[in-house]
Nanobody, 115 residues
Framework: QVQLVESGGGLVQAGGSLRLSCAYS????????RGWYRQAPGKQRELVAR???????NYADSVKGRFTISRDVAWNTVYLLMNSLKPEDTAVYYC?????????WGQGTQVTVSS
């Protein structure tokens, strides 16, 4: 059974930092990319950052230069380092794993940035 478990969310002041982790377990076949998405109240879920098996990364324009996605060599954990956080970064953050059979999602972790 595939499981994705996010951790590292919380409450932080504007300008602060957080590092999110996503731990993957179970057999994930043919996964070429992992990513972080977020969903703020009343808004659609949006891509934050994505990393491929070849370590190509892409970011939402709103987080470029502030957020960094990375992974461990074994592809078991993906991280999202978030610096210079802004109140508009407040959302539930979800990690995922893209596979040829579909996409797996975690349950999400809340990030709240106070002004």
């Amino acid at each position: 059974q595939v499981q994705l478990v996010e951790s590292g969310g919380g409450l932080v002041q504007a300008g602060g930092s957080l590092r999110l982790s996503c731990a993957y377990s179970g057999r994930i076949f043919s996964s070429n990319a992992r990513g972080w998405y977020r969903q703020a109240p009343g808004k659609q879920r949006e891509l934050v950052a994505r990393i491929t098996s070849g370590d190509t990364t892409n970011y939402a324009d709103s987080v470029k230069g502030r957020f960094t996605i990375s992974r461990d060599v074994a592809w078991n954990t993906v991280y999202l380092l978030m610096n210079s956080l802004k109140p508009e970064d407040t959302a539930v953050y979800y990690c995922n794993a893209e596979t040829v059979l579909g996409t797996y999602w975690g349950q999400g972790t809340q990030v709240t940035v106070s002004s």
